[in-house]
């Protein structure tokens, strides 16, 4: 029985150059949940006869995304690559609005640090949509999955 989900999942640390420390809470975060409870189904490779669950491994290579998908015993089942133009804005919102928030939850009252807090949300979402969108007809994910995906691939644009 085919089992649609990323058990493991990694970053290639070689393109991220420094980490604050509420970045990488955010990425511990992202990782947890999403083997946790996520949805992935690389089309091609179900299509191929390959169940998962998967591996996944994650780098930025000349712009672009590159996911690895691997099987459960790591044998390469097939690279997916992502342009990531598309995303230079919403990465660079989400940063900016992540720096304000990270500012405002050491200063700022309940009410602004809750402003902030659905703005930051908003540009997350719609980000997570984008990359749903990116990645249809390449991968069947649901919002969730794809939300967190996005956080990892903010992680991976860190260069200090």
């Not at 669950?53 to 290579?61: A, E, I, T």
Request: glycine share 4%.
């Amino acid at each position: 029985m085919a089992d649609h989900r990323i058990s493991h999942i990694s970053l290639d640390d070689a393109t991220i150059l420094w980490r604050s420390a509420d970045v990488e809470q955010e990425r511990r975060i992202a990782i947890f949940d999403l083997i946790e409870e996520n949805c992935f189904k690389p089309v091609r490779a179900s299509a191929a006869g390959f169940d998962g669950p998967w591996r996944l491994h994650l780098s930025v290579q000349d712009g672009r995304l590159s996911m690895e998908v691997r099987s459960e015993a790591d044998e390469p089942v097939e690279t997916l690559i992502l342009g990531l133009a598309r995303f230079r804005r919403p990465i660079r919102e989400y940063f900016a609005i992540c720096d304000s928030y990270y500012q405002a939850i050491r200063k700022a009252t309940a009410a602004e640090i809750e402003t902030i807090d659905m703005a930051r949300r908003a540009v997350h979402d719609d980000a997570a949509n984008l990359l749903l969108e990116r990645l249809d007809g390449k991968v069947e994910t649901d919002f969730p999955t794809a939300r967190r995906l996005f956080t990892l691939i903010c992680v991976l644009h860190i260069k200090g």
